[in-house]
């Protein structure tokens, strides 16, 4: 079991920048691949980036490569994104979700979740 708690969330204009930390209670946490999801409102979940624990490649969805950075801190059970040049379109809610293996650009492939914190970027 893992318990995931995402911080970091909050108002920005266009073109800043924000940093989202997830912090996660587990034993194991380096062998878990981390991701982060979005879902805006009215809209489907959708994956943003992950990043591997033991096995695998650090995958970026279109809309974040050159804009967000995951980074991980196994000794803290910490993964980051940092988000920079955001636009209105990144607004959401931001989750972050574990798995075992590689990272799954799917939500499906995820059982632990956490419960989100919210992104809004004004124009």
């Known amino acids: 079991q893992v318990q995931l708690a995402e911080s970091g969330g909050g108002l920005v204009q266009a073109g800043g920048s924000l940093r989202l930390s997830c912090t996660a209670s587990?034993?194991?946490?380096?062998?878990?691949?981390m991701v982060w999801f979005r879902q805006a409102p009215g809209k489907e979940r959708e994956f943003v980036v992950g990043?591997?624990?033991?096995?695998?490649?650090?995958i970026y969805a279109d809309s974040a490569k050159g804009r967000f950075t995951i980074s991980r801190d196994n000794a803290k059970n910490m993964v980051y994104l940092q988000m920079n040049s955001l636009k209105p379109e990144d607004t959401g809610v931001y989750y972050c979700?574990?798995?075992?293996?590689?990272?799954?650009?799917?939500?499906?492939?995820?059982?632990?979740w956490g419960q989100g914190t919210q992104v809004t970027v004004s124009s």
């Open positions: 979700a574990a798995r075992s293996g590689a990272v799954r650009d799917s939500g499906n492939s995820y059982v632990f």
């Open positions: 587990s034993r194991t946490f380096s062998t878990y691949a």
């Open positions: 990043i591997p624990g033991s096995v695998g490649n650090t």
